[in-house]
């Protein structure tokens, strides 16, 4: 079925798209006001999208219409801010922070979370998340209602335990026990079900054709 965006309203488009890129990481975001206070939330219009620089890009909605939700207002305002991934353990501690508090409440306070400070930038990162990512901003982008937040990556923590090689800076992925966004509100996915497909050369592809003959 084809749904032709020019001809539907932007919430059925939002729906459609939320529903069906899937799974979709989530970015805990944490900034900090001019006057220091903190500030948390998850949003799962999120990625990476390169490497040198390393720049990650969220998408912010508005809190109401024509007005920042607090993360863009404060990234615009400061220009630094640090995404936490979300593991399964912190399900719950995450989803607290997404309601809609007052721009002067601590979400890490309000949900028991526990602030570490960041080597590069002011605004902290989440004790309990194994991978935090120190960025500034790259560049703010309009979209639309959306607010198209890239950062330029200036450090990675990741918790000890959880790094496999420091030296060759392997990571053990599946020890981070991340979660990532499904559809709609509420449903979210592990990633214990993993499969391993092998990257291909030409000479192997050839050959895996000639046996298939
Ligand atoms: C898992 C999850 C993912 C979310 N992803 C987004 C998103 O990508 N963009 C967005 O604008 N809001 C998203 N939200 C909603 C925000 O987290 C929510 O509006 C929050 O109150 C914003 O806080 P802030 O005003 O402190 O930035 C998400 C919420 C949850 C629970």
């Given at each position: 079925m084809l749904f032709d965006f020019s001809q539907i309203a932007p919430q059925d488009a939002y729906k459609l798209v939320v529903s069906s890129v899937v799974p979709r990481p989530i970015a805990w975001v944490v900034t900090q006001d001019a006057a220091g206070v903190v500030n948390a939330a998850p949003y799962s219009f999120f990625n990476a999208f390169s490497d040198n620089p390393v720049v990650v890009g969220i998408g912010c909605g508005p809190k109401a219409p024509g007005a920042l939700k607090d993360t863009a207002a404060n990234i615009k305002e400061t220009g630094q801010f640090t995404v936490c991934l979300v593991p399964e353990q912190a399900i719950h501690a995450m989803n607290a922070t997404a309601?809609?508090?007052?721009?002067?409440?601590d979400e890490l306070k309000e949900a028991g979370l526990t602030a570490l400070p960041s080597a590069k930038i002011r605004p902290p990162r989440i004790a309990e998340s194994p991978v935090a990512l120190e960025c500034e901003t790259f560049q703010l982008v309009p979209a639309g209602r959306h607010t198209i937040v890239l950062g330029k990556v200036l450090a990675i923590h990741i918790k000890d335990d959880c790094v496999l090689d420091a030296a060759k800076c392997y990571v053990d992925t599946p020890k981070l026990n991340l979660v990532g966004r499904m559809h709609g509100r509420g449903w979210y996915t592990r990633t214990t079900d993993r499969l391993e497909v092998p990257r291909m050369t030409v000479a192997e592809w050839e050959a895996k054709k000639k046996a298939a003959e």
């Open positions: 309601v809609d508090f007052a721009p002067e409440v």
